[in-house]
């Protein structure tokens, strides 16, 4: 099994320590000019192309690792900011350890104790986090918005798409309704019919966030263009965590 290699983030801190990225936490400008260059309209990432760009990469970490969001922040920029904490860092967890198959290959196997989701390795406002603390211990518990499960990203085929420009406050809800609306009418992540509807192993893991307030089938009606009714016969397609390279 392979394992995490931590020698990068001694480095990215040192650089840290000499930059101040205020702004930048609110606009995303460099995240977004990366993401449009390694990330196409599908989704599929070149982790080679972040690698050749590590250092502007990195001093996109840094601005988020300096900054948390502050009390003046509007709630939507406060979720954007998570947001894309959460993708970058998964990104940088990938090229850290490049070429690898699947992002489950970076850990062991005890759920919440030793997966890939449990790698401490995001300093943040003297916090110290992994990818399972910001999704669930800040994103899920903080932020009653379900939507966001198609915008975190998992580095994965079957996870939603990578977003190739990153989430602002201004516009999240319009960015996150296009996440879920793009990601229902995939094939590849759900195949849905009025009488049958296979559907992507995200609405079962997570089926408590879709129904706080109406039915799995209610909330994917919103979005969907296919028509699923109470009767619809629910199946789940088996999950791919190959990487989405």
Known sequence: MKLFKFIVFPAILSLCSSL?????????????????KY???????????F???KEKFHSYLCALEQEAP????????????WINAYNAFTVELIIDNYPVK???????????????????????????????????????????????????????VSCPKLRNE?????KLDAQLEDQVRYFLKNENKNILGTEKAK???????????FTENMSLVEFINQYSEVKLTEETELEYLDYNWNLNE
């Open 20 to 36: 101040t990225f205020a702004q930048e936490n609110k606009t995303h400008e460099t995240w977004t000019e990366l993401l449009q």
């Open 39 to 49: 990330v196409d309209s599908a989704g599929h990432v070149n982790y080679k192309g």
């Open 51 to 53: 690698i050749e760009e």
């Open 70 to 81: 502050q009390d003046d922040w509007t709630e939507n920029e406060k979720l954007a900011y």
């Open 102 to 156: 699947s992002i489950k290959e970076l850990g062991g196997k005890l759920f919440k104790i030793n997966t890939s989701w449990d790698i401490k390795f995001i300093h943040i406002d003297g916090e110290t986090y992994d990818l399972n603390n910001i999704e669930h211990g800040i994103i899920r518990k903080n932020f009653n918005e379900p939507r966001i499960h198609f915008a975190v990203n998992c580095a994965s």
């Open 166 to 170: 990153a989430y602002v406050g201004s």
């Open 199 to 209: 559907l992507s192993k995200i609405f079962r893991w997570f089926t408590g966030d």
